[in-house]
């Protein structure tokens, strides 16, 4: 069967049965006041923190109020100096993550699903994951020289190893009596993987993907304090040089920000690929 | 017809799980493989859905050697197995790739609707009770139309109005293909109520203590005299099984497992 033969067929089915049982009306989800609460301890700490050096409890030299910080990220906006180095920071992570995720997926899907591969990689790949990250700088420098590819390097290795490591525990904690199904239904090893590991492998691929990003922002700063005419992590260390710590406090907040929505944006465009898990989210 | 002819399976362990096991069940026979624990009915049961391999002896489908998992032999596990990110139609459809579109959601929608599930087509398999999970399973290997049908206790979790509901449920899907069904259960009430054939096993190694035509007619009133009967028969042949190789606690779990209450 052709594969637009095959989406076919499963439309039809799904048409079949939405013909049989129509789902129920779309309801409104009501706003979920919950989510401000993450907000609370944040603005608390600022507030008071702003309300110390206000009145004169606190200097703020070191530790600038949020209103000195936030008018600096004003004014670094303002002269667009700030997307200069978000974009900088922005296109590291993205490459370093799309190549170390994209190694990490292939290395950890052929570790997880051949007994032969993994004895041959994963001793390796565990005794190079033992090495402190900033220990391939020097290496990475004299290798690929002081602009973007050492950086892009250091970023998708840091990305890589939990994406590797997550992809193959998830691999190889599939559930045998699943596996057992597609054998019954004689799929192929192709199908197999298609309609069974890779479902199966999902959530835990999606963890494994999380954890990589989270990795790759923090390496950012990495490759970029160990020289960068821009990103924020060259803000971080211009802001140190130069005695600003409104600047190295703005990056920092810019570094969470951006994190964050990478984070987001991650979970929100894969949810509908995990929307089947019985979890005891919303129950806790 | 499907063949067994001096079936045997070591483990890698040693452990001697079937000896010489010779059995032919005709087409449309429902038969009931009953016996103590470990006797090797499950051990069987994946022999002939190819799942495992013999040591020895050999298993035939309508003369077909079988070595490995048949497109006419489906199997129902003890656990329901559905793929828990498909819906329960897509979960129904989940082996029915080479059928055409139409049919494909024809046969889906015909088996939901058999099974009572129909308004439960597009959920989650999450949102189902176990019995309803074992119905959307027994319905996955139907829409197959198997010739054979293995059926691996699965109503064993349930309780027992869920278990005489789904056997109604299954003697009506098979009423329409009549495919031959070989059932294990620990349960001498279920054996009689839907084989023809109760086949009693014997442990250490596994092999056939005794073969019971039941020869009650359907549908089949369990307060009737033959029903009884019969029941008396295969618990009586079972006890003797028990009674021949086993020490006196395994036998009295055993004996407990198969409702035998004297």
Sequence with gaps: ???????????????????????????????????????????????????????GFAQGRLVPPPSRIFATL??????????????????RVLVGFVLGASAGIVLGALSGSS???????????????????????PLFILWLGIFEASKVALIAIGVFFPVYLGITGAILSVDRKLVEVGRVFRLSRLKMARRILLPAVLPEALIALRSGLGLGFMFVVAAEIMGASEGLGYLLVDGQQMGRPDHIL???????????LADSLLVGATKPLVRWQDTARGTL | MLNLAHLSKVYADGTRALSDINLAVRESEIVGL??????????????????????????????????????AIGIVFQEPR?????????????????????????????????????????????????????????????????????????????????????????????EET???VVLVTHDVQEAVTLADRAIVMQPKPGRIFDELPLGIARPRDRSSLPFESAVRRVMGALDHS?????????????????GLWW
């Design chain 2, 82 to 174: 559905l793929l828990p990110w498909l819906t329960v139609s897509d979960n129904v459809a989940f082996g029915l790739d080479q059928v055409a579109p139409a049919e494909r959601a024809a046969r889906v929608a015909h088996a939901l609707d058999k099974i009572g599930l129909a308004e439960h087509a597009t959920r989650w398999p999450r949102d189902l009770s176990g019995g309803q999970q074992q119905r959307v399973a027994i319905a996955r290997v139907f829409v197959a139309n198997p010739k054979v049908l293995l059926l691996d206790e699965p109503f064993s979790a349930l309780d027992a109005f869920t278990r005489a509901s789904l056997h109604e449920h299954l003697l009506g899907l098979w």
């Design chain 2, 242 to 258: 028990l009674n021949t190789v086993q020490t006196s606690p395994q036998r009295e779990r055993d004996r407990e497992a198969a």
């Design chain 1, 115 to 137: 007994e032969t591969t993994r004895r041959l990689l994963d001793p390796t790949l565990q005794a190079l994951r033992a090495i402190p990250s900033i220990a391939w700088v």
């Design chain 2, 178 to 180: 009549r495919p031959t």
């Design chain 1, 250 to 260: 703005a990056a920092i907040i810019a570094f969470a920000i951006l994190g964050k």
């Design chain 1, 74 to 91: 004003s004014a670094l906006a303002a002269t667009g100096e700030l997307w200069t180095h978000v974009s900088a920071t922005l296109w």
């Design chain 2, 34 to 71: 009953i016996g103590g624990s470990g006797c090797g009915k499950t051990t069987l049961l994946r022999l002939i859905a190819g799942l495992d391999t013999a040591s020895q002896g050999q298993i035939s489908l309508d003369g077909e050697i079988i070595t490995e998992p048949h497109p």
């Design chain 1, 1 to 55: 069967m052709t594969g637009k033969a095959e989406r076919q067929a499963w439309s039809s089915v799904e048409e079949a049965a939405a013909l049989a049982a129509p789902p129920p009306a779309g309801k409104q989800r009501p706003f979920e006041w919950r989510v401000l609460l993450g907000f609370l301890l944040p603005v608390i700490v600022a507030l008071a923190w702003e309300a110390a050096v206000h009145f």
